[in-house]
């Protein structure tokens, strides 16, 4: 019961309040240029893309 | 035994908060084609803006920020259709969702808006409007009945988007 109201707590963000998760340090990788090569390769690889940053390209818009 | 039922219970009020708790979503209701939009009332650059102030006119209502690249792209295209078309009756309203005013000041010091910008730094009227991504789009005909709502900004895009802007106006 505790347990339910806790994860109550965890509201969505909404569309617009993504400001942080944009943020280039919100990505996991270090170089841009470095990470352009490498999904690129990783979705030729792969036949699909996608999951690297916060959807839309890593800023978090579209 | 007694403990069986008491965690039973537990069980079911927990189920039970978790399902209406999922139902109770701000964005429920997302104003769609064929709408008619709620007025708003908010800051502007220069005193405030109402979106009913723009009523008769062609109202392009876009949701953006300064940390939306798309965004960034739009502004251009945006001058340009304001340009275009104001005196057929076309109005753009940039409406910024921007946490921080400084930030969208910034943003607007670099990429000029010669067209009507708002600040809801609150976050109400995305979600009156259910707006789903940045940056979101509505053309509003004279009416105040929403005829697209545009999520997302291509360069792709512009050719379809004045195509709708122009139909709206009356053709031509």
């Known amino acids: ?62 | 035994m007694i403990m069986k039922a008491f965690t039973l219970k537990k069980v079911k009020v927990g189920f039970i908060t978790l399902v209406l708790s999922l139902g109770m979503s701000p964005n429920a209701h997302a104003l769609g084609i064929g709408d008619k939009v709620a007025d708003f009332s908010l800051l502007g650059k220069q005193g405030p803006v109402k979106l009913s102030d723009s009523a008769g006119s062609v109202v392009y209502l876009d949701f953006w920020a300064s940390w939306c690249g798309p965004c960034r792209q739009s502004f251009p295209w945006m001058n340009e259709m304001q340009a275009k078309y104001s005196a057929k009756g076309f109005k753009v309203v940039a409406v910024n969702l921007d946490a921080r005013n400084d930030d969208a000041m910034k943003f607007l010091a670099q990429n000029p808006a010669n067209f009507t910008v708002a600040f809801d730094s609150k976050g109400q009227t995305p979600k009156a409007f259910g707006v789903k991504g940045m940056p979101t789009s509505f053309l509003i005909d004279k009416s105040g009945k929403i005829l697209s709502v545009h999520l997302g900004f291509k360069p792709a895009d512009k050719e379809e988007m004045e195509k709708q802007i122009l139909s709206a106006l009356g053709g031509n």
């Open chain 1, 1 to 62: 019961m505790i347990i339910m109201y806790g994860l109550s707590g965890c509201s969505s963000v909404q569309p617009w309040e993504k400001q942080n998760l944009a943020k280039p340090e919100m990505t996991f990788e270090g170089d841009r240029l470095d990470t352009g090569y490498t999904e690129h390769i990783y979705s030729s690889k792969e036949a699909s893309s996608g999951g690297a940053g916060i959807g839309g390209g890593g800023c978090g818009c579209n």
